[in-house]
């Protein structure tokens, strides 16, 4: 994440916190969820306000969350009610911890150039069999808008990225609307993946 967007939610961590706090996903929950084992560790990587943790949490996964904002990861922990670390995407260094990791809205703010080491720090972080779900605003752009920059994918852009960078295997890709009051003319690429269990299965 770039200096500029992180100053952004320096300067705005409380009202994106709470812009976001009752945004229903419960329709990308649905889809996701399947796919995690039964009581498993959910890592949410960019947590934001930590919405989606917390809903994890009520459902009987372990959960573990980070953010790059050092403002948001503290009410992330606050609302989390346990610690959530300060940390990138591209710090993210396990291996075989996760069964399930969720980047919602969150993989958007690394440049287009960082996205193949990222995903194999995802890659790398799944358990075999683990699943990915990220989200992406939908177009083939860098950009920045309203003081944050956005990497924008399309479903081409992204196939081509794991196909030629991991061995993340794409099993569903499909488009939403934003969610929020007034942003329904936003549409987001949301794409679910998984680890195969050895390489090249």
């Known amino acids: 994440m770039s200096n500029t967007t992180l100053t952004y939610y320096s300067q705005n961590a409380k009202a994106f916190s709470d812009s976001t706090l009752n945004v229903d996903m419960s329709a990308i929950y649905a889809e ?5 084992a039964q009581k ?9 306000s930590a919405r989606d943790a917390a809903f994890f949490k009520t459902q009987g996964f372990t ?29 993210l260094n396990s291996v075989n911890q996760y069964d399930g990791i969720w980047c919602c809205a969150s993989l958007l703010h690394v440049p287009k150039a960082e996205l193949p080491q990222v995903f194999l720090n995802l890659q790398n972080a799944l358990n075999p069999n683990g699943v990915l779900y990220v989200s992406f605003k939908y177009g083939n752009t860098e950009r920045m808008h309203n003081g944050r920059e956005f990497t ?12 030629q960078h991991t061995q993340l295997k794409i099993i569903k890709q499909w488009q939403t609307v934003d969610q929020r009051p ?20």
């Open 182 to 201: 007034e942003r329904e003319s936003e549409v987001w690429l949301n794409a679910l993946m998984q680890r195969p269990t050895s390489k090249g299965e």
């Open 40 to 48: 498993g560790h959910i890592l949410d990587a960019g947590c934001g």
């Open 63 to 91: 959960v573990s969350a980070f953010d790059a904002s050092p403002e948001l990861a503290e009410l992330a922990s606050s609302y989390l009610q346990q610690p959530v670390a300060v940390k990138t995407f591209q710090e």
């Open 152 to 163: 924008d994918l399309n479903e081409h852009a992204l196939t081509a990225l794991i196909d």
């Open 32 to 36: 996701f969820l399947p796919y995690v």
